[in-house]
């Protein structure tokens, strides 16, 4: 089972936002009142991103722009996961933010070996997983991020909100990439 991350609270609050995913820290760059971008270990990773209303209905153009971007990337092959992936990060976005909208990002590494799904929301609340019990109707869908990204997916914490973001290994042999 996936361990929630956490952060000294300081981080969350500072002007300039720290990123703390799997032990590798990156430091933010502010470029917009509501936007920050992170530095990269890999600069020039292709990516794409749209903002969205944050509704249920949400969930259909960002699996879209998913969907479209494996395809672009010849990357059929994890299709299945990113697009149920996508639709359970903006499911708990929806749920659980605070502002009008999202923003939805579907990054391809440069080594090509991982695609990068992510969802930013206005809220600092962390999403914590948590046993769902048979009758539940909801609470399943960190568990299903966590078994399809074997484990590595995270929270960004930034000054205004967060990122929750998970990676998807490529399978070289499924995809024609």
Same mark, same amino acid.
């Given at each position: 089972?996936?361990?929630?991350?956490?952060?000294?609270?300081?981080?969350?609050?500072?002007?300039?936002?720290?990123?703390?995913?799997?032990?590798?820290?990156?430091?933010a760059q502010r470029i917009g009142v509501r936007m920050s971008m992170f530095e990269s270990a890999v600069p020039g990773a292709p990516s794409y991103t749209r903002t969205l209303p944050r509704l249920p209905e949400s969930a259909r153009p960002a699996r879209l722009l998913v969907s479209g971007a494996l395809d672009r990337w010849s990357l059929g092959g994890v299709e299945d996961a990113a697009l149920l992936v996508m639709s359970e990060l903006v499911s708990n976005a929806v749920a659980h933010a605070r502002s009008g909208s999202i923003r939805v990002t579907v990054t391809r590494r440069a080594d090509l070996l991982v695609v990068r799904l992510a969802v930013v929301d206005m809220s600092h609340r962390l999403p914590l997983p948590r046993p769902a019990v048979e009758?539940?109707? !909801?609470?399943?869908?960190?568990?299903?991020?966590?078994?399809? !990204?074997?484990?590595?997916?995270?929270?960004?914490?930034?000054?205004?909100?967060?990122?929750?973001?998970?990676?998807?290994?490529?399978?070289?042999?499924?995809?024609s990439a």
């Open positions: 089972m996936t361990e929630a991350l956490s952060w000294p609270a300081q981080d969350v609050t500072s002007r300039e936002a720290l990123s703390v995913a799997g032990g590798v820290v990156r430091r009758d539940d109707e !909801s609470g399943r869908g960190l568990a299903l991020v966590a078994a399809l !990204s074997d484990g590595r997916w995270g929270v960004d914490p930034l000054r205004w909100g967060k990122r929750v973001w998970a990676d998807l290994a490529v399978d070289r042999e499924k995809s």
